[in-house]
């Protein structure tokens, strides 16, 4: 089993910066990729970032430029940066993880935080 528990959100004017953390413990296995989705209140959940082991790192067209994801791999930690933020990007957003890269792409893990709000101010 792998608990994943994110912190840092909150209320920010738009313009504004937030970072956001997670944290996995417990895990038996290798955590190779680990990624962060949110999901708008009426939307769909989509992926925002992601990021390998290797580094490999990828975004959505919607928050390049602005987000940086970064991860601690000694710490099982993930980390996202998030600058100039807008409107659109208040959600309640997920840390997930899973020793398959493909899972956390496809959103299909079972290895979840409990999210945390980002809400933007406009």
């Known amino acids: 089993q792998v608990q994943l528990v994110e912190s840092g959100g909150g209320l920010v004017q738009a313009g504004g910066s937030l970072r956001l953390s997670c944290a996995a413990s417990g895990s038996r296995f290798r955590i190779n990729a680990m990624g962060w989705y949110r999901q708008a209140p009426g939307k769909q959940r989509e992926l925002v970032a992601y990021i390998t082991n290797g580094g490999t790192t990828n975004y959505a067209d919607s928050v390049k430029g602005r987000f940086t994801i970064s991860s601690d791999n000694a710490k099982n930690t993930v980390l996202l940066q998030m600058k100039s933020l807008q409107s659109e990007d208040t959600a309640v957003y997920y840390c997930?993880?899973?020793?398959?890269?493909?899972?956390?792409?496809?959103?299909?893990?079972?290895?979840w935080g409990q999210g945390t709000q980002v809400t933007v101010s406009s």
């Open positions: 997930c993880a899973d020793t398959i890269l493909a899972r956390v792409i496809r959103g299909t893990t079972d290895y």
